[in-house]
C-alpha cells in the first residue's frame, strides 16, 4: 500500500500540530478544568487530537495506492432450444417433465462451483425468462449461430469455462451454426435432443410464387414435394383460395427419398391480398400430418397504370414502344390513330405522341387540364408543351448517334445501357438547332461522326408540376433490333423505355394524410405503421393525435395512438397471431377527419413443422470441433459430474492497482463520527467538562 498526496509532507505535520493546538487550548489552558482527574483530561484531549487530526488530512488530497486481487469464477453457458420442433416426437410429454426436472437439477449443482448464465432460443435469443419454468417449446424458428455470435458478442473478454447447447440440431434460419464457432474459445457441450429416426412423412417443402399480380393475369406457383418410406403411395396436391378449389394434381410416390417439383399457374381474379392454401391429402402411414398444408399470400393489384399510344400513322416505333411496356404487368397500353381517338384522357397515366405536330385542340385541352404527363416521339414536336424549340433548315435531315450525358440525374439507368447506348445506330433528326428552356435536362444528345453536339435527342422536363420527355428522332425501332441482335434479348432497350415511362407515370401523392406499412407480414414480426400529416402548404406537422383501431377475423378490436416523432408518426402494435387484419386510422386537424382504411395479412411460419428428425451429426461435430462432447438428456449427471471434474474449467485471479481518495473511505467517516461521540458522551457524563 502507497499514500500519495499533492501537497509537501509538512503538511501532515501542520494537520497534526492542529489537532495538538486545539485540544491542548480546549482542556489544558481552561482554568476550570484544573479539579478535573489527569486521566480523563488526556483522554479527552487524546480523542479531540485524534478526530481534528484526521479531519485536517481529509483537506489535503491524500490518495491510497494498494493491489487488489479479485478472482473470475468460470462463466458456464447454457443454451436451451424452445423451438417447436423438439417436442415433435413421441417422448414430447417426457421432454416436458422429467428433462426438465433433470435440467434444473444439473444447473442447482453446477452454479454452486461457477457462474451459470442460462439463456432460451429460437429464432432470437432470451435471456431475461426463467431457463426451465420459461420452457414452453412454441418457438416458429430456430437460428442456432445466432446463440454463437451472441455469446462472442457479450463475453469476449470473460472467463467461459464450456457452452452447454441443448438442442435437436435443427435449424432453419441463420447460418450453419459450424461456421461461428472459430472465435469461441470455449468447449461446447451438446445436449441430444428429438427423434433422429426418420418417420413415415409426406409433406410440402416449400411453395415458390409471386409476391404481387395484377388483377386479370395469371401468376405461377411451384409447390414442392418430399416423402419419406411411402414409396408406390399416392395423395393428392390441391390449392384451395376460400374454401373454394382451384387447382388440383396427383402425386405418385415413386421412392422412400421423394421429392418433386408441381408447377401450376392460378388466374388473379380478384384484387387484394389474396390467400392460397396448399393441401396434401392424408394418407393412413403418415406418423406427421401437420405439415400437410401451407398457406401463401399474393397481393393482387388492380390500379394498372394505363398509358395511351397516340399515333398520326402506324409506324414501326408504335410496336417497339408499345412491346417494351407491356413486358412490364404494371402498365396496360392502348394504340390508336389520333384521327380516330374519341375518348376522354383522364384515365390515362401517361399520354405517348408519335410524329403528331398538328395536335387537335381539344387533345391539348384536355391534357393542360388534366396535367397529364406527356412522352412525344417524332421529328416535328408539337409547339408550346415540350419546351424546346427547332429550327430546322429546308426540311433537311441528319443521321445523329446517341451520347450519353453523365449530368443526368432524374433516374438512374444501369452502367450496361450507359456503356451499350454508344453502340446503337444511328436516327434521323431535323437538320438545324434545338433549344432547350430552363429547367430542361437531357439524357441523351446528338453525336454526328466523333463530334459530340450539345443538341438533345432525348430530354425530359417539368413546367408547372406537368412532366414531359421527347426523342426527337425517327427510327427508335432499330435500337431494339440491335439489342436483341447483339444479346438476344430486349432487356437494355425495356430498361431505357421503362425507366421513362415509370418516371413520367408516377404520380405524386397530394393527399394531407399517409399512412405507410407492410401489407404481409410473418408472425415473428412486429406490427409497424407510419403516419404523416400535412398542413393545406404540404408542410409535415404533428400537431394532432393519430389513432389507429385494429380489427382481427372475430372483431376483436385493438385501440393504438401513435407515437409523435420529428416530423412524422409512429406506432409499433407488436405481434399478432396469424390472421387478417383490419385496420383504420385517422386524425383531425382543424374542422376536418382525415382517415385511412387497410389491411394487414399475418402469415404463419411452418419451418419447424416441416423437418423434425434430428440432427445429431451437426452436435456432433460442433463438439469434436470445439474439444466438447456430446451427450444425451438421460446423460445430464455424466455431464455434471465432467464439468465440475474439469481442470481446465477453473478460477481466474486478476491483480489491479486501486486509487482510493481518503475522503471516499466510508470506515474514516464512522471512526471521526465515533471519536467525537465518545468525547462528548465522556463530558456529559463527569458533567460540563
Known sequence: MQIISNYPWYYTLLCLLAGFVLSGALYFRDKKNVDRSKTLLICLAGLRFVSVSLIALLLLDIFIKRLVNETEKPVIILAQD?????VAGKDSSELKTEYTKALTSFVNAVKEKYDV????????????????????????ETDISNVFSDIENNYANKNIGAIILATDGIYNKGTNPLY?????????????????IPLKDVWIQTINHNQIAYLGNAFPAEVIVNSIDLKDKQVTVSISQQGKLVKQENVNITSNSFSKNYNFTLDATSSGVQKYTVTLSTLEDDKNKQNNNQSFIVDVIDNREKILILANAPHPDIAAIEQSISASQTYEVEVCLLDKFSKPLKPYSLVILHQTANIPQRILAELKANNQSVFFIGLNSPAGILGIDVHTT?????????????HFSLFTISDDLKNYLKELPDVTCNFGNQTMSNGANALINQRIGTVETDNPLFYFNELNGIKTASFIGDGLWRWRMRDFADHNNFNLFNELISKTVQYLSVKADKSFFRVFNKKIINETESLDFTAEVYNQSYEQITEPDVTLTLKDAQNKTYNYTFSKKQTFYNLSAGQFPAGEYAYEAKVKYGDK??????????????????????????????????????????????????????DTIKSITYSHKQLN???????LFFLILLLLSVEWFLRKYNGKV
Not at 424452445?82 to 423438439?86: L, M, P, Q, R
Not at 419451418?607 to 434430428?614: L, R, W, Y
Not at 481518495?661 to 470506515?667: P, R
Open 82 to 86: 424452445n423451438s417447436s420442433s423438439i
Open 117 to 140: 448464465k442460462s439463456y432460451q432460443f429460437d429464432s432470437e435469443i432470451k435471456s431475461s425468462v426463467p431457463l426451465v419454468s420459461g420452457i414452453d417449446f412454441k418457438g416458429k
Open 180 to 196: 461461428s464457432i472459430d472465435k469461441l474459445n470455449a468447449p461446447i457441450y451438446t445436449i441430444a435432443l428429438g427423434d433422429t
Open 394 to 406: 429546308n426540311n433537311r435531315f441528319n443521321d445523329v448517334e446517341p451520347s450519353v450525358q453523365t
Open 593 to 646: 377527419l382525415y382517415t385511412k382504411a387497410g389491411l394487414v395479412i399475418v402469415k404463419e411460419i411452418v419451418s419447424e413443422k416441416i423437418n423434425t428428425v434430428a440432427n445429431h451429426q451437426l452436435l456432433f461435430q460442433l463438439s469434436k470441433q470445439s474439444g466438447g462432447k456430446l451427450v444425451y438428456r438421460n446423460q445430464l449427471e455424466q455431464l455434471q459430474k465432467e464439468i465440475l471434474a474439469n
Open 661 to 667: 481518495d481518503l475522503v471516499n473511505l466510508k470506515w
